[in-house]
Every structure is written in C-alpha cells, then in structure tokens.
C-alpha cells in the first residue's frame, strides 16, 4: 500500500491470516508462507503453549532482507521437508554486507531474525 503526497509512505500488509488479538495472546495454528515462517512456528518443542506476536517481527526482518538483497537470507530446497528446512536455516547477513548496507540497518534486521524468539526485537522495540 502507497499513502499519498509529496513523500509516500510504502507499507507492506497481507490480511490473509490476520486476527485481531489482546497484547500477550499466544497463537496455535501453524500457517503461513514458509520462507516467512518463523522458526517457532514449526519447530515449538510445546505446541500448546503456542507462539507469540514476534513471528511477525521475523516476517518483516524476512521481508526488509528481501527488499535490500533481492534474496532471502538462507538458502533452502522446497523439496525438504519443512521442519527440517527450519531446523537448518542459518540467517547469513554476508550478502547485506556485500550490497553495502548500512552497519545501524544490518543491527535491525539481525535483531528482527533472531531464531530465539526471546532474543528477537518486538514491535514496540
């Protein structure tokens, strides 16, 4: 979605999955684009616990790697199966690196693609 004026605003959305929800909810349902998924969505040793809000943080560190590199941070084979795929993923900010991006935007995105989602940058942070 583009705002209008003299210096427009890009925001990126997809309502497909989206739920309104209380601060501190915890989600069950295992859905979503698998390069956007994060790790705890799949690999969540205690599924009735759920996950929380900061697999949307992973999906825009996902995204803003993207954008920047015209790549996605790991390299996968679709045909592994997907819990395997997840437990294998190493985030390489290198190719960031090699487009000359920014060390203060480097520091964003790796905060956003913590694989510990205790570690991971929140939205209000």
Same mark, same amino acid.
């Given at each position: 979605m583009m705002t209008k004026g003299a210096n427009p605003l890009c925001k990126v959305t997809d309502f497909g999955l989206a739920k309104m929800v209380q601060e501190g909810t915890k989600f069950q349902t295992a859905c979503g684009t698998p390069t956007y998924l994060a790790p705890e969505v799949?690999?969540?040793p205690n599924?009735?616990?759920g996950y929380s809000d900061k697999v949307d943080a992973?999906? $825009?560190g996902i995204i803003l790697f993207s954008c920047l590199t015209n790549s996605t941070p790991f390299d996968e084979s679709e045909s592994t199966p997907l819990p395997q795929r997840m437990r294998e993923r190493?985030?390489?900010l290198g190719l960031m690196e090699d487009e000359g991006v920014s060390d203060d935007c480097l520091d964003? $995105?790796?905060k956003l693609l913590q694989t510990d989602p205790t570690r991971r940058m929140s939205a209000g942070e």
């Open positions: 799949i690999l969540n599924q009735s616990e992973w999906s $825009v190493v985030v390489d964003f $995105v790796g």
